[in-house]
């Protein structure tokens, strides 16, 4: 634990000209971790509800590597394509209402330099100062339409590639989901092999889930442990009821 003058300290130093400037240089760039997580949490959870499925079912362990794999081929693409025409769409949203702002200014500048007027006065800005800034903002089209676009629509100027965001998704479903299928395929592949590979899949994904929810823990105000805890109690939650199944139809 840090003490209170060592976190001020820490705070002052995060704090400075330069290094200020470079946290505002990363905000303009997009984050792929966030399709990163969302990749890895369905495909560590899909892909062990049918390994949880298949052994409730007490069916044989080619069964689960089949459809273990199939599952983690299709489902993890689905996702990628998902993601990519999600985001494709979104920036398609933007570039639609960026022309329109673009043509609202050229066609009603009064009215528009009115709406960056009471959008500051709402943040506080009064008299003179507020006119100076409207004037400033309004002085640089491009400016003026990209403030529009955050402040009116409240979209993100961050350059996005839908192909990034399918690939950090699938790369990260794939590296997940095969874990819950890795001590099946181990057995397959390898003399002698593990003794009740389902344990050993159920541990090992497990742990993933917490590192997943661990990681998430930067986008959220949890801390690291309670974000862990709580991926992997929902994670085996999906799992229980995958498993059930399984055992209520295994006589099928």
Request: charged share 15%.
């Given at each position: 634990?840090?003490?209170?003058?060592?976190?001020?300290?820490?705070?002052?130093?995060?704090?400075?000209?330069?290094?200020?400037?470079?946290?505002?240089?990363?905000?303009?760039?997009?984050?792929?971790?966030?399709?990163?997580?969302?990749?890895?949490?369905?495909?560590?959870?899909?892909?062990?509800?049918?390994?949880s499925g298949v052994a409730?079912?007490?069916?044989?362990?080619?069964?689960?590597?089949?459809?273990?794999?199939?599952?983690?081929?299709?489902?993890?693409?689905?996702?990628?394509?998902?993601?990519y025409l999600g985001t494709?769409?979104?920036?398609?949203?933007?570039?639609?209402?960026?022309?329109?702002?673009?043509?609202?200014?050229?066609?009603?500048?009064?009215?528009?330099?009115e709406e960056i007027r009471?959008?500051?006065?709402?943040?506080?800005?009064?008299?003179?100062?507020?006119?100076?800034?409207?004037?400033?903002?309004?002085?640089?089209?491009?400016?003026?339409?990209?403030?529009?676009?955050?402040?009116?629509?409240?979209?993100?100027?961050?350059?996005?590639?839908?192909?990034?965001?399918?690939?950090?998704?699938?790369?990260?479903?794939?590296?997940?989901?095969?874990?819950?299928?890795?001590?099946?395929?181990?057995?397959?592949?390898?003399?002698?092999?593990?003794?009740?590979?389902?344990?050993?899949?159920?541990?090992?994904?497990?742990?993933?889930?917490?590192?997943?929810?661990?990681?998430?823990?930067?986008?959220?105000?949890?801390?690291?442990?309670?974000?862990?805890?709580?991926?992997?109690?929902?994670?085996?939650?999906?799992?229980?009821?995958?498993?059930?199944?399984?055992?209520?139809?295994?006589?099928?």
């Open positions: 634990m840090l003490s209170l003058f060592q976190r001020q300290q820490h705070q002052e130093k995060s704090h400075t000209p330069e290094q200020v400037r470079f946290r505002l240089s990363q905000m303009e760039n997009h984050s792929y971790l966030k399709d990163f997580i969302y990749g890895a949490v369905d495909g560590a959870v899909t892909t062990f509800a049918v390994v409730g079912a007490n069916l044989a362990p080619q069964v689960v590597i089949i459809l273990g794999m199939a599952n983690l081929l299709a489902d993890g693409f689905s996702m990628a394509v998902s993601n494709r769409t979104e920036k398609q949203q933007l570039e639609k209402t960026l022309l329109e702002e673009q043509q609202e200014i050229e066609n009603d500048p009064a009215g528009e330099q009471q959008i500051y006065a709402k943040k506080g800005f009064t008299g003179d100062l507020l006119e100076q800034v409207v004037r400033t903002i309004t002085s640089d089209k491009r400016i003026w339409a990209h403030t529009m676009l955050q402040e009116e629509h409240g979209l993100s100027l961050s350059p996005v590639s839908e192909w990034k965001a399918a690939l950090a998704t699938f790369t990260a479903f794939l590296l997940v989901g095969i874990i819950p299928i890795a001590p099946y395929l181990w057995n397959y592949r390898s003399l002698p092999g593990i003794d009740n590979p389902f344990w050993w899949s159920s541990t090992c994904t497990g742990i993933a889930f917490f590192s997943i929810g661990a990681l998430k823990s930067r986008f959220i105000s949890k801390p690291w442990y309670t974000s862990g805890m709580e991926t992997m109690l929902l994670g085996s939650a999906a799992a229980c009821v995958s498993y059930l199944v399984g055992v209520l139809l295994k006589g099928i």
